[in-house]
């Protein structure tokens, strides 16, 4: 038997015993010594191992590829309300050489996953050539625990990253959607990988940079709930809406429906996945008569109370008439308000096509639409403007465009005339921007009085908001359906909040709506224009809009008092009675022919309810009150 004390005598050569037992001590001593430090380190490694926080431990050794998707920025709303993140998720993943008994390995994992397929997954399992197959992605830590305690050798757990959208449908259009890598697909999720990924890389999960978007998830809210309520109100096909900032440009909500919850990447399919606001192209129909009178008020072609026919007419082999044909002279203000085909496209033929297509040019309707949440195709136009394109594009047929695209026209028209270009994020505007006049500030007022006239007495009064300021013009359009117009419309209404100084376009688009029960019209003025008034009705306190108090003449002040006569205004009456009342651009074709009822009382001191209101024979006043 060999012993340390006669090892350390081979090594050290004849030596006597005690010298022998001497150096054996010192070995065992030095061995100690080495046994105590090697514990010593694998304890602190131990200890420091169980203090570190893991992921998830994996339940084989085997080796596999990087499962470990990038980790993107977070999304947040204007007021920094969270609308897209990432969250810590596990991918399981099998080595199927290893599975002794792929039958029975499909079978306890189904009966953990339900949703799986046995029979699929016991096939990957007897293909003993592979060594890697995904089993099931997206699994929570509480899933990723129960699929550890099968204790299958061949599983193993991957950590990864999974993006969520905690407003669920809310927007999902405008956002996008991500692939299973965590890429973007869609919406502002592509734009950020194509456009900001170079300086929003995360480095590392719990540090993401945030990106700030201009959506109002309140406003965006209302908008998809009224436009679903629309929807089911008047069966129609599709809803869309927009709500735009008229001085920045800023999108504060957009909502196309249906649409489909992000986080449900199989209801990203076909139509549900389209953003119509964006990516499609409409004839809008008479909302593009507000373009028209525009180039003809801007451009000296018409004057607000210039007489135009408004009766049918021919065109080559073509007939121009209203749906409700008035059959007499309108003024350019009535044939706004009342919104005569006949009387548009008479105008736009004053102006000529050379005109026509300049203004729109200058409005960008001839352009493709680039956002950040996405691109839109080119708008359709006639490649030769003959005389019927003049007339049919005057009432928003034959030209088709994105109805973002045109929202930010007709915001051009609101503001001051400056035109506009959305945005989907935070605008900044530097000091030396200039920006493109399209139309000077007084059409642009006028453009103002003309749609608050048509909320007021003309086609859009039922998107009146009690208290608030509201102006508009509604649109209805034949649908082009197999290169024919069909006798589906998709009608649409654009408003201005608060009319005196605007501050946000609302613009409502609802394809194919029908009658509601016990009516027989399914015009804009019957649906869009109702929508967009209960869109507003709910928007506006979120945008700090406040109504307006009721006018008081007898406590206003001198220049609060109604315009004196203007006989400037004389040629352009079809008689002398025509206006009248405090505004005296009012047309009495549209006035109700009866007196205000609040607090006049006639000449004789009876109450209003007593008559007795006489006509003064005065043209500068239909009705002769007295107080």
């Not at 995904?134 to 990864?160: C, D, N």
């Not at 048509?454 to 009690?466: I, N, P």
């Amino acid at each position: 038997m060999v012993t340390l004390a006669s090892l350390c005598r081979r090594i050290g050569g004849a030596q006597s015993a005690e010298r022998a037992a001497k150096n054996a001590r010192s070995a065992q001593a030095l061995l100690a010594v080495f046994f105590a430090g090697g514990f010593m380190a694998l304890s602190v490694e131990i200890t420091r191992y169980g203090m570190t926080p893991v992921e998830m431990p994996s339940l084989s050794s085997q080796s596999a590829p990087v499962a470990l998707a990038k980790s993107r920025p977070d999304i947040v709303d204007r007021n920094g309300r969270l609308l897209a993140t990432d969250i810590r998720v596990y991918w399981l993943v099998a080595n199927p050489s290893q599975i002794l008994n792929p039958d029975e390995a499909a079978e306890k994992i189904v009966a953990l996953f339900p949703d799986l397929d046995q029979g699929s997954l016991a096939r990957k399992f007897r293909d003993k050539d592979s060594r890697f197959e995904y089993v099931k992605r997206g699994l929570t830590p509480k899933q990723a625990e129960a699929a550890h305690a099968l204790g299958i050798p061949a599983l193993s757990l991957m950590p990864t990253v999974q993006r969520v959208y905690p407003a669920g449908n809310v927007a999902a259009h405008i956002l996008g959607i991500t692939n299973v890598d965590n890429e973007g697909r869609s919406g502002v999720e592509w734009y950020i990988d194509q456009k900001l990924s170079a300086q929003l890389t995360p480095a590392s999960l719990a540090e993401r940079p945030i990106v700030k978007i201009s959506l109002d998830l309140g406003v965006q809210h209302a908008l998809t709930d009224e436009l679903s309520k629309a929807m089911e109100r008047y069966t129609a096909q599709a809803a869309m809406g927009i709500v735009l900032d008229v001085k920045s440009g800023e999108v504060v909500a957009s909502a196309s429906l249906p649409d489909f919850d992000p986080n449900r990447r199989e209801q990203a399919a076909g139509q549900n996945r389209q953003n119509r606001v964006v990516t499609d192209v409409y004839e809008l129909g008479s909302v593009f008569k507000s373009l028209t009178i525009a180039m003809a008020l801007d451009q000296g072609i018409a004057t607000r109370y210039e007489m135009f026919d408004a009766t049918p007419f021919k065109l080559g082999r073509f007939t121009m008439r209203d749906p409700h044909a008035s059959r007499r002279m309108y003024s350019v203000e009535d044939i706004f308000i009342h919104s005569s085909n006949t009387g548009s496209a008479r105008i736009a033929l004053a102006a000529g096509g050379e005109k026509q297509q300049a203004f729109l040019r200058s409005l960008g309707l001839f352009e493709k639409l680039e956002t950040e949440a996405g691109s839109s195709p080119t708008p359709v136009f006639p490649k030769t403007w003959r005389p019927v394109n003049v007339a049919t594009v005057a009432y928003g047929h034959g030209i088709a465009v994105p109805p973002l695209l045109f929202a930010s026209a007709m915001a051009s028209l609101v503001n001051g005339g400056e035109r506009l270009k959305p945005t989907f994020l935070i605008a900044e505007k530097s000091a030396n921007d200039e920006p493109q006049r399209v139309i000077s500030p007084e059409t642009s007022a006028t453009m103002r009085d003309l749609m608050r006239a048509v909320v007021e007495r003309g086609t859009g009064r039922k998107a009146a908001v009690q208290g608030l300021g509201v102006g508009g013009k509604t649109g209805t359009a034949l649908k082009v359906k197999e290169g024919r117009y069909s006798s589906d419309v998709i009608n649409s209404f654009v408003a201005a909040v608060p009319i005196d100084a605007p501050r946000y376009l609302v613009m409502v688009t609802i394809d194919e709506p029908h009658a509601e029960a016990g009516t027989k019209s399914n015009e804009a003025s019957q649906n869009a224009a109702p929508t967009a008034g209960a869109i507003i009705k709910r928007i506006a306190p979120m945008l700090d809009i406040l109504p307006t108090p009721r006018f008081d003449e007898a406590a206003a002040t001198s220049y609060e008092q109604p315009a004196p006569y203007d006989a400037r205004r004389a040629p352009y009456r079809n008689n002398r009675y025509e206006t009248g009342g405090s505004d005296q651009g009012y047309s009495a074709y549209s006035q109700p022919r009866q007196p205000p009822a609040y607090g006049y009382r006639d000449d004789r001191g009876g109450s209003r309810s007593g008559g007795g209101y006489q006509y003064s024979g005065d043209p500068r006043d239909f009705w002769s009150y007295r107080r």
